[in-house]
């Protein structure tokens, strides 16, 4: 299996941190984000992982080294990242996961994720709806919405940011993103969209619970506060 990592946006939210950094190369605990993102990875067997970048291209090159391949998304500052991963689909030609490049989980929940049989599987916590996030909307097991537009007082829990698809689903995701990116505006747009849509069409995408591990997304100085205070991810 394959990594995508996500880190071509500004992080704009985090800039009086980053002060001109991408905001995946701000440290916890000794290390950057992306180092304990790729070190989660390693530890899980993924070692084949490229980082789609896009600001601050040549500092996350820099800091990963071989650790990784690097894809470069021109566009990065005036689109967000359904047309990211559209620019780089041919890479979706395989079991694959992606990942944003601001998360933080645990080993067993990435694991469960990679492990996890279906052609579309994305961690989830049910445990809580939150704000500032993707929220989801379930049926049993299966998501049937995801993205900011669902309100928190009716989301189901919210989309980690992790999701791993099945060679079929690598395609079937890849040709969504076509579909949409060919019939509509989508400069503001974020790749769920395509999921969204997907389970629109009767594709399940299977709901992986983070089963109560912690995770942590870093949009907001909040958030990387408390990322220091944490340590599930070491």
């Not at 992790?162 to 019939?183: H, M, N, P, Y």
């Amino acid at each position: 299996m394959k990594a995508l990592i996500l880190a071509a946006g500004l992080g704009s939210r985090l800039s009086g941190l980053t002060l001109g950094k991408p905001k995946c190369l701000l440290e916890l605990h000794g290390e950057t984000i992306l180092q304990h993102q790729l070190d989660l990875l390693a530890a899980c067997n993924v070692t084949h992982v490229t980082i789609i970048t896009g600001f601050g291209e040549e500092l996350i090159r820099s800091h990963a080294k071989d650790r990784a391949k690097f894809a470069y998304y021109p566009a990065f500052a005036s689109t967000n990242n359904l047309l990211t991963l559209h620019y780089y689909r041919q890479l979706l030609d395989d079991e694959a996961l992606v990942l944003f490049a601001d998360v933080l989980l645990t080993r067993k929940a990435l694991q469960d994720c990679i492990d996890w049989t279906a052609d579309f599987a994305l961690l989830i916590d049910s445990s809580k709806c939150l704000q500032g996030t993707m929220r989801i909307r379930l049926a049993g097991n299966a998501v049937t919405d995801i993205g900011p537009h669902i309100p928190a007082s009716v989301g189901h829990g919210n989309f980690v940011g992790v999701a791993s698809f099945s060679t079929r689903g690598s395609k079937l995701l890849a040709a969504e993103l076509d579909q949409i990116v060919s019939t509509r505006e989508c400069t503001g747009a974020y790749y769920t969209e395509a999921l969204a849509s997907l389970s629109a069409k009767g594709h399940r995408l299977e709901g992986v619970n983070v089963d109560g591990s912690s995770w942590l997304e870093i949009d907001t100085e909040a958030d990387y506060m408390a990322a220091k205070s944490q340590t599930f991810y070491l």
